[in-house]
């Protein structure tokens, strides 16, 4: 049984950052291509960020592109979404999801519990 459990979410203003962390347990981390998933309230649950199993390659959606950065620890079965220059309108739930194929689908295998980030103005 593959378990995904996000940490760091929380409140912050805008122009702040924050660091969102997966923990995976259960199988070998290194085995999932790994990434980030977001739900803002009355939206439909949307793409953030993605990296492949070794972490050499990263792929982000537009809206978070060049203020997100995606990034694993294979040793510590972890994988990290540092989040900065947040606006309002990335207020979400974040899901961390893995994936047992090459690249991070829209289907992945599992999902986190999530994790709740709100930006103030």
């Known amino acids: 049984q593959v378990q995904l459990v996000e940490s760091g979410g929380g409140l912050v203003q805008a122009g702040g950052s924050l660091r969102l962390s997966c923990a995976v347990s259960?199988?070998?981390?290194?085995?999932?291509?790994m990434g980030w998933f977001r739900q803002a309230p009355g939206k439909e649950r949307e793409f953030v960020a993605r990296?492949?199993?070794?972490?050499?390659?990263?792929y982000y959606s537009d809206s978070v592109k060049g203020r997100f950065t995606i990034s694993r620890d294979n040793a510590k079965s972890t994988v990290y979404l540092q989040m900065s220059s947040l606006k309002p309108e990335d207020t979400a739930v974040y899901y961390c999801?893995?994936?047992?194929?090459?690249?991070?689908?829209?289907?992945?295998?599992?999902w986190g519990q999530g994790t709740q980030v709100t930006v103030s103005s």
């Open positions: 999801a893995a994936d047992t194929r090459e690249i991070l689908t829209s289907t992945p295998d599992y």
């Open positions: 259960g199988r070998t981390f290194s085995d999932y291509s």
């Open positions: 990296i492949r199993r070794s972490g050499r390659i990263t």
